[in-house]
């Protein structure tokens, strides 16, 4: 066979011809126009990027960050980017701004392509930037409007195309060659960055596609709720160009009201999105239609099953859970019913965080570093390796994240015979109470499951005499009620009784990190300062 590179550029130029007519479509808010692009003339105007990029003296590898809601303008950045040699750095809109100079200065961004209505936390930083030489404005107006933004000297985005032609002349880029990168959000230290080589992310985008993938193609459209800066938003956008499926972008309408609209008018057959966004549609916009959908791919952290139900019986839509992280591109995992599942309660299958894909090697390792079995009984920490894991972190001093060429996920859980994995925790935020292991993901999951619950999180907090025990921190649904002695009584039964929390706190939002997930950190720093008001059973 031949020896031909895996690239960006393939998957581009066939979206571009082959699918020229699938579109981009983005929402500009409930009483806007939506914006229809045709894949041609997205295809045309990335070219225009790159040449306009390469004008300003881009070239191979070095950095270009953006700071972009999900639209078609960050599109035609994924394709622009990479095509032209450079590295697509995606940059956390949400980060602190600390930790947005790190991780823009340490990859050293040359240039930023900035949304307008973004530009005010950009700058908030911009004086700390010390490698960026242009931000690009995208939606900013003229020059006297963009002065106004407090990014110093700045480009038009369209100013940038218009000054050039369609027909980029696209290198012939190694496909080990760095496409794109994305930074961890770095729950603990500072985030470490992950880049993407061309052959991962084809390779990627192939098994996103397949029916045991996210199944995308030319018939579906997907709705893109995840953003496009956390982990390439899956690799949903990559894999809908190569497969010709339209791609409808909800920049910062990501409230349950506007979703529903946007629902609505524009029936997507797909989409993708963290627990938290879905729980906020079911509670607030329980009325909307969203009949269009064929499934919902929710990740990023652990699926209640009682968010399953609630889709299944107020929306009739299927919610797939699935597992991965930045570091593994992220698809690894993705939970479906099996065959032959013997008429099982078909939930049982789908609470699972995911079936290892192929193209991921997976396995569980005990404290030791021994391997342990697939009997889906022992947990221990999971390990990966495959094509699209990341097999270092950018510029950083690793070894411990990383066990004989197998990357070290820092999840705990077990495997079974089919390989279906359960993560029962984080390693960091694991509850050792009296030796044994206590889950906090199925004490929250079933937590959730009570109606008068809109979200738990449960942390470990200090205890005497068994080292450590689990704390409760519910959000009560809006209008409900419970108390720590109902819902003690709601878990009995349903996990194992020295699971049961004895401490209980209500607060009014569970604090989460730039990605959407529960901050547990948060959550044990308050405790321990006793800014929490804390019930004991
Ligand atoms: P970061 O590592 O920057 O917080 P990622 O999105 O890369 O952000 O996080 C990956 C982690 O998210 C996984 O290691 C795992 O802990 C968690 N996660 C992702 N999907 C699931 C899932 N379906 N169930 C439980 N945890 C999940």
């Known amino acids: 066979m031949q020896d031909y590179s895996l690239n960006i550029t393939q998957l581009f130029q066939h979206g571009r011809t082959v699918h020229g007519d699938s579109e981009i479509v983005t929402y500009h808010g409930p009483d806007a126009d939506i914006q229809r692009s045709t894949f041609a003339e997205v295809g045309d105007r990335a070219d225009q990027l790159a040449a306009g990029l390469?004008?300003?003296?881009?070239?191979?590898?070095?950095?270009?960050?953006?700071?972009?809601w999900n639209?078609?303008?960050h599109l035609e950045a994924y394709l622009a980017i990479p095509c032209m040699?450079?590295?697509?750095?995606?940059?956390?809109?949400?980060?602190?701004p600390e930790q947005l100079t790190y991780v823009a200065n340490h990859a050293e961004d040359k240039v930023i392509i900035v949304d307008a209505s973004l530009a005010p936390l950009l700058a908030k930083v911009r004086d700390s930037l010390t490698t960026v030489e242009y931000i690009i404005v995208a939606d900013g107006g003229d020059a006297d409007a963009r002065a106004e933004l407090g990014l110093g000297e700045t480009l038009d985005y369209e100013e940038v195309l218009a000054a050039q032609q369609p027909g980029y002349d696209y290198p012939v880029v190694d496909e080990l060659a760095a496409a794109a990168m994305c930074y961890t959000s770095g729950t603990t230290g500072n985030p470490k960055g992950v880049a993407y080589s061309h052959r991962s992310t084809y390779l990627h985008s192939m098994a996103v596609q397949t029916m045991q993938g996210l199944q995308v193609g030319e018939a579906d459209s997907i709705l893109l709720i995840v953003p496009q800066f956390h982990a390439n938003a899956?690799?949903?956008?990559?894999?809908a160009w190569a497969a010709g499926c339209d791609l409808i972008m909800p920049q910062q309408f990501l409230q349950a009201a506007p979703l529903a609209d946007l629902i609505e008018k524009t029936r997507p057959t797909v989409s993708g999105a963290v627990p938290t966004v879905l729980t906020d549609v079911l509670h607030n916009a329980s009325d909307a239609d969203l009949s269009s959908l064929r499934f919902i791919?929710?990740?990023?952290?652990?699926?209640?099953?009682?968010?399953?139900?609630?889709?299944?019986?107020?929306?009739g839509v299927t919610v797939v859970q699935a597992w991965g992280m930045t570091e593994t591109s992220p698809l690894a995992a993705i939970s479906r019913v099996p065959k032959n599942n013997a008429g099982d309660d078909p939930y049982a299958w789908r609470?699972?965080?995911?079936?290892?894909?192929a193209g991921v090697d997976m396995r569980i390792c005990g404290e030791d570093g021994s391997v342990l079995p697939w009997d889906g009984e022992v947990t221990g920490e999971i390990e990966v390796r495959g094509p699209w894991i990341t097999g270092s972190y950018y510029l950083e001093d690793d070894d411990e994240k990383f066990h004989d060429g197998w990357l070290r996920t820092g999840d705990v859980g077990s495997i079974d015979s089919r390989g279906y994995v359960q993560i029962s925790d984080r390693a960091k935020d694991v509850i050792k109470s009296g030796g044994e292991w206590i889950s906090s993901v199925d004490l929250e999951n079933t937590l959730m499951g009570h109606p008068a619950v809109l979200e738990a999180a449960v942390v470990g907090v200090p205890d005497d005499r068994w080292d450590e025990r689990p704390m409760a921190c519910v959000v009560l649904?809006?209008?409900?009620?419970?108390?720590?002695?109902?819902?003690?009584?709601?878990?009995?039964?349903?996990?194992?009784?020295?699971?049961?929390?004895?401490?209980?706190?209500?607060?009014?939002?569970?604090p989460k990190t730039s990605v959407g997930k529960f901050s547990k950190k948060?959550?044990?720093?308050?405790?321990?300062?006793?800014?929490?008001?804390?019930?004991?059973?």
Request: glycine share 12%; hydrophobic share 45%; aromatic share 10%.
């Open 54 to 68: 390469a004008a300003l003296g881009i070239g191979d590898g070095d950095r270009v960050g953006t700071f972009m």
């Open 71 to 73: 639209n078609q303008r």
């Open 85 to 96: 040699g450079a590295v697509l750095h995606t940059l956390n809109i949400r980060l602190f």
């Open 234 to 239: 899956w690799g949903m956008p990559y894999a």
């Open 297 to 315: 791919v929710c990740g990023g952290s652990a699926v209640p099953r009682s968010l399953m139900e609630g889709y299944d019986e107020n929306f």
């Open 351 to 357: 609470v699972r965080t995911g079936r290892v894909l």
């Open 477 to 510: 649904a809006e209008g409900q009620s419970a108390t720590p002695a109902e819902l003690t009584e709601f878990l009995t039964g349903k996990v194992a009784k020295w699971w049961l929390p004895e401490r209980w706190t209500f607060i009014d939002e569970v």
């Open 522 to 537: 948060d959550l044990r720093a308050s405790y321990a300062k006793g800014d929490l008001a804390v019930e004991e059973v």
